[in-house]
Structures are given as C-alpha cells and as structure tokens.
C-alpha cells in the first residue's frame, strides 16, 4: 500500500483519518504545519494523537509562505474593499501545495487530510465530489485542485458522518475525540478581523463617507476594514429603516449603503478562475453554483471570457462579495471555481 503522510490540525477529523488509513492498510505519518503564533496546541494534540497510533508525527514550519499567501493576502484585500477567502488560499498554498511537495520530498506517494470531501476517477480523470455528510461538506474550498494534486491526495472521511467519526476517536483513546470543531479563521479566533489587521498593519485605516447609490453622502464610516457586503450591525449612523452595506471603493474610501433590494443581482465575474478537469469549458454551460460557503447551489449558466468567469444566476443572488469564492457543480462534482471581483 502507498506511504501517506497525513495533515494533521490536532482535530478530531484528521485524527480520524490517521485511524481509517490504518485500518485500509496504508502506512502512515502525520504531520502538522506551524503557521502563526498560537499553534503550539494543535501541534501537541496531534503528537500525541500520532503516539497513540503508533505513528510518526512530523512538523513542518511553513509560517514565511503563511504569512505572504494567505494572512498578507486577506489585510490587502481589507484594504482593496474585498471580502478575502483565508481558507482557499490556505488550501492552494499550505495544505496541497507545500505540504504535498515536502511530503514527495520525503518519498511519500501522496498526503491525506480530514477535509470532508471525495475523489474519484472517471475516464482517466481525477473529479472531486461532494462527500458523503452534505452538512460538512467542504468542496467549496477545495476548488482551485489540480489534476496532478488529486492525483497524490486521499480524502479518507469522504463516506462517514461526524456522530461515526467521533465514535472511531473515542474507542481509539485519542484525546481530542469531543475536542470542539473551530467555527472561526484559524489565525482570528475572536472573529473581530479589524483588530487583527490594525495590529498586524502598519497602514492607516482612515475614516470615510457612507453614500446612497446615487453619491449623495449620508454620514461617516469608521474605516473601510470594518464592512462587509450585506453588514447591517455596526454601521454607527441610523436611518429610520434598515440599512445595509452595498458596495465599497477603496479609490475613494466610500461605502455604500441601500436598502435589501440593492443586495441581489443576477450577474457576477470571477477571476483566477481554475477548473478541477483541467480543461476550461467552450462556450456557456449549466451549472449550479454558490458564492459563499453556507450558501445552497443556485442554478446558473456560466461562460469563460477571455481569462475571466461570467456566471448569470437564473434567480437574483444576495450579497455577493467580491473576494469571496464562486464555485461551480454539477450535481455533486466541483466543475472549478474563480475570485469574484468587483463590478465598477
């Protein structure tokens, strides 16, 4: 059977995959990245988690690459007026592209992660498909995979259900089996993203004008970082109805406030589009596609033009963020992907 080397984030998830390689017959190790500061715990969970197993747990400090592709990229998109995808670029950068080299580097044929999610092979071709617990499902994420990565990677939970999953941590003993699942980006676990930026920053956030669809200005914001697109709390200024954020330019530190009904468009455009087939489709196709992670498939029709996405939903989309992710299916099957990017 092949070596797997095995990311592991001191979870219950990826514990359980070191578990269902082993009882397929693979040879495992594990490994874990450091990425930032605070990471230590994840670290020592999965050693010990490796311990119990009886496998080799290695660490790997991809902390430089963390910092420039994936915490570098979300501040400069805070500050170009986007809604940035931390997890996406974590997934493209770290986890299947560092770690799958190092992991070849040491002579293992492929890594495995906890991600819930599913591989298979039709005609030669590696697809990725949804996994077996929709409510997990985490493909969304996974959109930018090349045929040469799905290639060298296993998705060892892609047929179980977490309540089956925590029951193989616990009657392994391993330690983290009722450890909580992480709701928030790894690197801002208090979730206030605007602090975040201000202390990892040394560029000024300054205050701007809040304007209706029309430029007229109806008072002041406290900093573009704070605002995101369908954001109704925390807006500072009251309007007698409610108030959503609409639009941002960073050109001219403006955001833009309207009514519900401002929120919904047919229409948007992805760039750094990659698809997981590794042929990009001719002319329009029906898909199903979603623009946030939480969000159930909309049916939509999508085209390539030039290096650019086109996706027109048949029914009006809510807040659709630039810098968010577009991601397109076919049934259960990720077709690929692409950045949403501002319409001006």
């Known amino acids: ?3 797997v080397l095995l990311g592991m984030s001191g979870g219950v998830d990826s514990s359980a995959a070191a578990i269902v390689l082993m009882k397929n017959g693979y040879e495992v190790a594990g490994c874990t990245v450091r990425m930032f500061d605070g990471t230590e715990k994840n ?14 747990h290695f660490v790997f400090d991809f902390s430089d690459v963390f910092k420039e592709k994936v915490i570098g990229n979300f501040i400069d998109a805070y500050f170009m007026g986007d809604t940035p995808n931390p997890c996406v670029e974590c997934n493209r950068y770290l986890k299947f592209g560092k770690m799958l080299e190092k992991a070849q580097e040491l002579g293992y044929d492929c890594i495995a992660t906890g991600h819930y999610a599913q591989i298979r092979q039709d005609n030669g071709r590696y697809i990725l498909s949804r996994p077996k617990d929709k409510a997990k499902d985490q493909t969304y994420f996974l959109y930018n995979l ?13 047929d179980l259900d977490k309540p089956t999953i925590r029951n193989l941590a616990a009657e392994a003993g391993l330690i983290n089996a009722d450890k909580p699942d992480s709701q928030d980006i790894c690197f801002v676990p ?12 040394d560029k000024n956030i300054p205050c701007g004008n809040y304007i209706d669809s029309n430029g007229n200005i109806l008072g002041r914001h406290s900093g573009m ?14 309007f007698g109805r409610p108030m959503f954020v609409v639009g941002k330019n960073a050109t001219d ?9 401002e929120l919904f468009t047919t229409k948007l455009t992805a ?23 939480s969000q159930k498939e909309q049916p939509a029709t999508a085209e390539m033009q030039g290096d650019r996405l086109e996706v027109i939903f048949d029914e009006p989309q809510r807040a659709i963020a630039s810098g968010q992710a577009v991601v397109l299916y076919d049934g259960d099957d ?3 992907g692409g950045k949403i990017i501002r319409e001006e």
Do not use: W
């Not at 670290?43 to 080799?56: F, H, N, P, R, T």
């Not at 090349?146 to 892609?158: D, E, G, I």
């Not at 970082?225 to 009251?238: A, E, F, M, P, S």
């Not at 760039?271 to 992670?293: H, Q």
């Open 146 to 158: 090349t045929q040469h990565q799905l290639a060298h990677t296993l998705f060892p939970l892609a």
């Open 225 to 238: 970082i704070h605002y995101t697109i369908g954001q109704r709390k925390g807006l500072g200024v009251t």
């Open 43 to 56: 670290i020592s969970d999965a050693k010990a988690v490796c311990e119990k197993l009886g496998i080799e």
């Open 271 to 293: 760039c750094d589009v990659n698809f997981v087939g590794g042929e990009i489709p001719s002319g329009k196709i029906r898909i199903s596609a979603k623009v946030r992670y």
């Open 190 to 201: 208090d979730g206030d993203y605007a602090s975040f930026i201000k202390s990892n920053t």
């Open 334 to 336: 990720v077709i690929g």
């Open 1 to 3: 059977m092949p070596k």
């Open 253 to 261: 530190n403006t955001v833009t406030l309207g009514g519900s009904d």
